[in-house]
Nanobody, 122 residues
Framework: QVQLVESGGGLVQAGGSLRLSCAASGRTFSSYAMGWFRQAPGKEREFVAAISWSGGSTFYVDSVKGRFTISRDNAKNTVYLQMHSLKPEDTAVYYC???????????????WGQGTQVTVSS
């Protein structure tokens, strides 16, 4: 089993940057693909980015390509989401999640963190 704890959210002006971190417990972290999702008020949870267990493959939703970067450090059991050029529409609760395979499907992720709020002011 994997427990996930996100951090790094906050309030930032449009155009600014934030780095989210997701710390995982358990010795099997490196065997999981990891993803970041977000959920804005009144909207469904949406996929943002995913990274394979080795870090060799990544995938992004079109709206964040070129602005967000997902990475992981398996020695530290941590996955990151570096966010640049933030826009008000990026405002949401951001969740990290772990899946048995590299996927963008929200239903395929087995373990979820509690979320961290990101608010981008205009």
């Amino acid at each position: 089993q994997v427990q996930l704890v996100e951090s790094g959210g906050g309030l930032v002006q449009a155009g600014g940057s934030l780095r989210l971190s997701c710390a995982a417990s358990g010795r099997t972290f490196s065997s999981y693909a990891m993803g970041w999702f977000r959920q804005a008020p009144g909207k469904e949870r949406e996929f943002v980015a995913a990274i394979s267990w080795s870090g060799g493959s990544t995938f992004y939703v079109d709206s964040v390509k070129g602005r967000f970067t997902i990475s992981r450090d398996n020695a530290k059991n941590t996955v990151y989401l570096q966010m640049h050029s933030l826009k008000p529409e990026d405002t949401a609760v951001y969740y990290c999640a772990a899946a048995a395979r590299f996927t963008v499907g929200v239903d395929e992720y087995d373990y979820w963190g509690q979320g961290t709020q990101v608010t981008v002011s205009s």
